[in-house]
C-alpha cells in the first residue's frame, strides 16, 4: 500500500486493516531492534580501541555509555569501579559500587576496604573489615591478597604470618608464601622464611614475587650461617666486638631490621 493509500485511509475516517497494522509494528520492531544492535556493537568496538590504546577516560565515558542501555551488565561495573581507582576517584568508585545493587560481597568487601584505606585512611577499619568477610568466605584469593598486602603495609608482620599460617590457601600459592617468609624474615624467623622463600620458587620459579625477592633471599641464605655463628659467640660474650659487628654486616647485608638477634626471635 502507498503512502498516499495510508494517507487516505486516515483521512476519511476509515481505520487500517489489522493485518496491515501488525505487519507495520513488525517492521517496527526489527528496525528498532536492528538499530540497538548495531548501536551496541558500535559501543563494544569503541571500548576495545580505547582498551588497546589505553584511554581510561574513554574507557569511563562508554562504559557509562553502556550501562545506560544495558545495566545488568554486571561485568563492566566492576571494570568501572577498577578504572575510577586508576583515575584516583575513590567518590566515583564509590557511587558505582553504591549504584551497583547486585554487586558480589567479595566485591564489596575490596572495593569498600580500599577506600577505607586509600581515601579515608582508616587501615585498621580495612582491615577488620576484610577479615570479617574472610571469616564467612576464606577461600577467596583476592580478598587474601588484599588483606595480606594490607598487613605487611602495615607492617604488622606478626598478624601477618598468623593470618597466612591458619590461611587454607596459602601454600598452594606463591604469592602468599613470599609474603609469609617476608614477614617471618623481618621478625627474624630466618630458617623458616628461607623455607617458605623455598616452597613459593618450588611451586613456581616464573611467579613475579617470588622473581622480584629472589636475590634478597640468596643473599638471607648467605647470611644465615655467619649469623647463627656472631649469636653462638655473643651467647658466650655478649660484648664480643667482632661478634657484634659481623652479627650487625651481615644483618644489613641480607636487609634484615638491626634488632635483637635472629635465634632470639626464631621460632
Do not use: C
Not at 39 to 59: I, P, T, Y
Not at 237 to 259: E, F, H, I, N
Amino acid at each position: 500500500m502507498k503512502p498516499s493509500a495510508i494517507r487516505h485511509f486516515s483521512n476519511s475516517g476509515r481505520s487500517l486493516p489489522q493485518s496491515l497494522k501488525l505487519a507495520l509494528l513488525g517492521l517496527s520492531g526489527i528496525f528498532v531492534s536492528f538499530t540497538s544492535q548495531a548501536f551496541a556493537q558500535d559501543l563494544a568496538d569503541q571500548l576495545e580501541m580505547a582498551r588497546a590504546d589505553g584511554q581510561v577516560s574513554s574507557q569511563i565515558e562508554i562504559i557509562r555509555r553502556v550501562l545506560d542501555v544495558d545495566p545488568s551488565n554486571d561485568g563492566l561495573r566492576g571494570e568501572l569501579i577498577d578504572l575510577w581507582f586508576s583515575e584516583g576517584d575513590y567518590d566515583m568508585a564509590e557511587k558505582t559500587l553504591y549504584e551497583w545493587k547486585s554487586a558480589p560481597a567479595e566485591t564489596v568487601a575490596l572495593t569498600t576496604a580500599k577506600i577505607l584505606v586509600e581515601r579515608d585512611n582508616k587501615p585498621e577499619a580495612g582491615i577488620i573489615l576484610l577479615e570479617a568477610f574472610l571469616l564467612n568466605d576464606p577461600n577467596s584469593l583476592p580478598a587474601t591478597e588484599a588483606l595480606s598486602a594490607l598487613l605487611w603495609r602495615e607492617s604488622k608482620n606478626e598478624p601477618l604470618v598468623s593470618f597466612l599460617q591458619a590461611s587454607p590457601l596459602t601454600a598452594s600459592q606463591p604469592g602468599l608464601l613470599i609474603r609469609r617468609a617476608q614477614a617471618k624474615r623481618d621478625l627474624g624467623k630466618i630458617e623458616s622464611s628461607l623455607a617458605d622463600a623455598a616452597s613459593a620458587k618450588a611451586l613456581d620459579p616464573k611467579n613475579e614475587r617470588v622473581v622480584d625477592t629472589l636475590s634478597s633471599f640468596e643473599r638471607l641464605a648467605v647470611a644465615a650461617p655467619n649469623l647463627s655463628a656472631a649469636d653462638s659467640l655473643l651467647q658466650k660474650s655478649p660484648t664480643d666486638l667482632p661478634a657484634l659487628m659481623a652479627r650487625s654486616y651481615w644483618k644489613q647485608y641480607a636487609g634484615l631490621p638491626q634488632v635483637a638477634s635472629h635465634q632470639d626471635a626464631e621460632v
